[in-house]
């Protein structure tokens, strides 16, 4: 150990001698530093990560390491030193390892360099370390593969510029290997294993913060390798060929062979082990969430996970297959014999690919395929089947990845979030498959359905209303083996368990007048009691066995849980374009991402009622509503379910000239302040914003030109997680959400003193509020944010979320069903009189305590023209919007396991925001501290050398190696 850290010593005393070491660190350095700032544009990028650093690390280290070692073993053999050093008694892995171990204190002395850089970053965002560790632990086992290499090279050569050259040229063919540039011009199978074989495809792998045994021993092995070479070669240099010397090269080369051999085999037997790995990113984001194990321990049927994977696809996404690969076997693993995965390539089995296309509808995506002097399309299969059961759902190419411009014009292709595309497409198809008998057996005590009649008072009209629901009630007793019962109860009865007082105070529920004059009134209501949860069940419209048997069973599923649930979406009338005559204003893309975890329906509130299936109300921007829609709103939350509304009190408008924000009528701000929430009249700006265009009108030369400017927008309010209720699962791990002009929301502490609230979202403490609906900027006047500051700034609240129990509206008031349809206008022709309708249904004067509201003062921050316009300016931000409202009604319906699963990997990491002054101080403050740590580090170690005496290189030692008496 003296003699290799006496070398060691020797060459650091080499390398700081002269200004060569600092100079090539130094030019490493900067580089990188280039890359960072500019080739891959940190500030454009807007987030707190390290990885356009390591992104061209296995490059830059290529140049650093070739340089550090081209004088290694070529200075000795041009000198003539190594003759010296080979007749030392001293073995030759030690003069090897000594010389590698003084090539990785520069590269670790290096990479030391950049973790200012590193700090700096991580104090203007939430930096996640796990990547940066993994990072740089990489950055040294590739560089220890490239030294290795390099000491072999320069063993070979006397010339210091041929070793550079041949190790450059090394080091990129090991890196070339695994990249796109050859595995796009090879099929999948053969594609993999060139990426086992590359350097930059390993290295990629340990980048993103997962830690694989299979890498460590790859990079271990590159490096065992060529340091066997090394040494081999230099002690083949002092070997004579006469027959006395035969036996000991005989000796020496079938040792380096079979340590070449065993480090070739390792590799080769650890490539089909997936299980050996560390995941050190903050949230463990490539390991299987505790949601997920859940889920797959829960299956009763065998799951089929089938990915359709071209053996011949597309360079950009052949590298993705090996990951689509590794993840369905972890979910194989962890479905412990219920989860087969399989992967295919349907080009190669003519049975597969006629039933990939029959039975499942998977065809091939043509995609284009650019090369150097043509261009060709070519026909991929990226698509992953989920089967349980009888039901089935597939995963798309399109639904699988997402692609990122850069700015270098070029694009990067990742995966989308696959457990969560999995974990989602696993939970629809169980979903589906489960039988009302399954819902049953799932229940940890019987349901109970109690029929509330008074048959006495029943209109006559009503009178076999009860027979229906209990043959219904008996049918569904008879198939859930023990897991339901039902009892009919007469309140007027003496003794009845339930009685007129207890259903009014305690459920809220009235009786309904049976006549005009209040002389008699009745009860016909059913109350579901589900895990300790009491809930009134309502048919759809009338009282039929397949309305009654409907409206029973989706009570009792959304109580279980398991099942696609119903989200019902209320959306004003589109606005249409005057010239195109399309709509302007709409919220497609909103359903299209609820839509792929549940059931989206479009309700209509004008009958007073909500679908009984629907689990959550979703109200987009409430306007126009009449005292039915409103009633129908009511009673919903009252019988416990979730509504959620977004809307402020204006709604913008886009047409020529730009945005317009025009004021809402006739919304629900009046029921909401009933349950204690006001959305109040004003809109809030806050000087922590985003950027979006503008138009803006300058004079030149008494001629106004209109101009679209990018500019931080006040009305635009960027809320990070700072003000954000961290506490609560719907933001607890947003990134971030833009909410797009909205209104701030109070909340009555007295009214609801006796719920639960959560102010979800809030601005920053500089926000300030507004009543002008001016959205246009004037720099002129304003030249600081293009808007006058108004009143006092505050942090206002944006979003809340309350639960608990709710007094309706309605209480004590008649009920707007009650109320006579407006008379028509006289006819010429007599009209027959309507048959009068009996209402079935008497108002809920109080809601249990599961009932949820959330209040979002804008709508706006998920209208299909907003998002668009955010889409352009800054990329991918913009989806933080669509995953909090899904957050919302994961939430609502009680579903946290998928809301666990999105949440992974959605810390924020976005920057806080800088000016551009502060931008330059904090680059050029990045390279200030490179100079001056390299010259300090040089002044040191002059100073400490001066200081020294001349060590002696290695031990002398008066005894020989048998490799010196064979010389």
Do not use: C
Not at 73 to 79: C, G, I, L, N
Not at 187 to 205: D, P
Not at 364 to 384: C, K, M, W
């Amino acid at each position: 150990m003296k003699t290799i850290l006496a070398t060691a010593r020797k060459e650091w005393n080499n390398y700081f001698s002269s200004p060569q070491a600092l100079i090539f660190i130094g030019v490493f350095l900067v580089a990188s530093l280039f890359v960072f700032f500019w080739v891959e544009t940190f500030f454009a990028r807007g987030l707190a990560e390290m990885r356009p650093l390591f992104r061209w690390m296995p490059v830059l280290l290529i140049f650093l390491v070739a340089a550090l070692t081209m004088r290694q073993w070529s200075e000795e053999q041009r000198s003539g030193a190594l003759e010296i050093l080979l007749t030392l008694p001293v073995p030759t892995w030690h003069l090897v390892l000594g010389k590698f171990l003084a090539v990785m204190g520069l590269v670790a002395l290096a990479l030391a360099l950049t973790l200012p850089l590193t700090v700096s970053v991580s104090l203007l965002g939430n930096l996640d370390w796990g990547p940066v560790i993994g990072g740089y632990l990489a950055a040294l086992l590739l560089a220890a593969a490239y030294a290795a290499i390099g000491l072999f090279v320069s063993s070979r050569t006397d010339n210091q510029i041929v070793a550079l050259i041949l190790t450059a040229i090394i080091g990129g063919a090991f890196y070339l290997i695994g990249s796109p540039v050859l595995t796009g011009f090879v099929g999948t199978s053969a594609a993999e294993f060139l990426r086992l074989l590359g350097t930059g495809s390993r290295f990629e792998s340990i980048e993103r913060g997962v830690i694989d045994l299979r890498d460590l021993v790859y990079y271990a092995a590159l490096a065992g390798l060529f340091l066997t070479l090394n040494a081999w070669s230099l002690d083949r240099k002092r070997w004579s060929f006469g027959a006395q010397t035969a036996s000991y090269r005989r000796a020496a080369n079938l040792t380096s062979a079979l340590i070449a051999l065993n480090l070739v085999v390792v590799n080769v037997w650890m490539a089909p082990l997936q299980v050996l790995r560390a995941d050190l990113t903050a949230q463990r984001e490539f390991s299987l969430s505790p949601a997920t194990l859940r889920l797959l321990n829960e299956l009763q049927e065998p799951l089929l996970l089938r990915a359709y994977i071209s053996e011949k696809t597309h360079p950009l996404l052949a590298p993705l297959a090996p990951r689509v690969r590794d993840l369905l076997r972890e979910y194989q693993i962890a479905g412990r014999g219920k989860v087969t995965a399989q992967v295919v390539d349907p080009a190669t089995d003519p049975e597969i690919e006629a039933e990939a296309s029959r039975v499942y509808g998977i065809q091939p995506t043509p995609l284009q395929v650019a090369g150097r002097y043509e261009a060709s399309i070519i026909n991929t299969y990226f698509d992953i089947l989920v089967r349980y059961g009888d039901q089935n759902t597939t995963l798309s190419f399109r639904d699988l990845i997402e692609i990122e411009q850069r700015r270098d014009g070029t694009i990067d292709v990742r995966l989308r979030n696959l457990e969560y595309d999995l974990t989602r497409a696993i939970k629809r198809v169980t979903s589906g498959f489960r039988t009302v008998e399954a819902v049953f057996a799932s229940l940890q005590s019987p349901a109970r359905l109690d029929i509330i009649v008074t048959r006495q008072a029943l209109p006559e009209a009503l009178k076999d209303v009860p027979e229906v629901i209990e043959k219904v009630a008996k049918e569904l007793q008879q198939k859930s083996g023990g897991k339901f019962e039902y009892r009919v109860i007469d309140p007027d009865q003496p003794n009845a368990p339930i009685t007129r007082k207890i259903l009014v105070e305690q459920f809220g529920l009235r009786p309904i007048l049976a006549d005009p004059f209040g002389t008699q009134s009745f009860y016909l209501n059913m109350l579901l009691q589900v895990n300790d949860k009491t809930q009134a069940v309502y048919p759809e419209r009338e009282f039929t066995e397949s309305s009654v048997r409907a409206a029973i069973e989706s009570a009792i599923k959304r109580n279980v849980g398991g099942f696609l649930n119903v989200v019902g979406l209320w959306t004003p009338a589109p606005e249409m374009d005057m010239f195109s005559n399309r709509p302007i204003n709409n919220w497609n893309v909103v359903r299209e991402q609820l839509g792929r975890e549940y059931t989206v329906r479009s309700v209509d509130l004008s009958s007073g009622q909500v679908p009984p299936d629907v689990s959550t109300l979703i109200l987009l921007n409430p306007s126009n509503l009449d005292d039915k829609a409103r009633y129908a709103v009511d009673q919903f939350l009252m019988r416990g379910g979730s509504v959620i509304v977004a809307g402020g009190n204006y709604a913008v408008q886009f047409g020529f000239g730009g945005m317009n924000l025009m004021p809402l009528s006739n919304g629900i701000g009046e029921l909401l302040a009933h349950y204690g929430i006001t959305v109040e009249q004003k809109l809030v700006m806050d000087p922590r914003n985003t950027l979006f265009p503008v138009e803006v009108s300058r004079n030149v030369g008494g001629a106004f030109i209109r101009d679209f400017l990018l500019i931080s927008y006040p009305f635009f309010v960027n809320v990070l997680p700072d003000s954000m209720d961290r506490q609560n699962p719907i933001v607890s791990q947003l990134p971030e959400a833009i909410m797009s002009f909205a209104s701030p929301v109070v909340v009555d502490e007295q009214k609801n003193a006796n719920r639960k609230v959560s102010v979800l979202l809030r601005s920053s403490p500089n926000a300030w509020l507004t009543t002008n609906t001016n959205t246009q900027p004037n720099f002129n006047q304003y030249p600081e944010l293009g808007f006058p500051v108004e009143g006092e700034r505050a942090a206002y609240p944006l979003a809340v979320a309350v639960q608990g129990v709710f007094e309706s509206f309605y209480k004590g008031k008649p009920s707007p069903l009650d109320q006579p349809a407006p008379t028509p206008a006289p006819e010429s022709t007599p009209q027959p009189t309507p048959t009068p309708q009996i209402r079935t249904a008497g108002t809920i004067e109080q809601s249990p305590d599961t009932a949820r509201l959330v209040v979002i003062g804008s709508a706006d921050f998920l209208n299909d023209a907003v998002l668009n316009i955010l889409a352009g300016f800054i990329g991918e931000r913009y989806l933080s919007n669509l995953q909090f409202i899904q957050n919302v009604v994961d939430w609502s319906v009680e579903d946290l396991a998928l809301l666990e699963i999105r949440s992974r990997g959605t810390v924020s990491r976005a920057l806080r925001p800088l000016s551009e002054n502060d931008r330059r101080l904090f680059e050029f403050a990045n390279y200030a501290v490179v100079v001056v740590a390299l010259f300090a580090i040089g002044v040191i170690w002059r100073l400490r050398q001066q200081a020294e005496p001349v060590m002696q290189l290695v031990p002398v030692s008066t005894t020989r190696s048998p490799a010196n008496r064979a010389a």
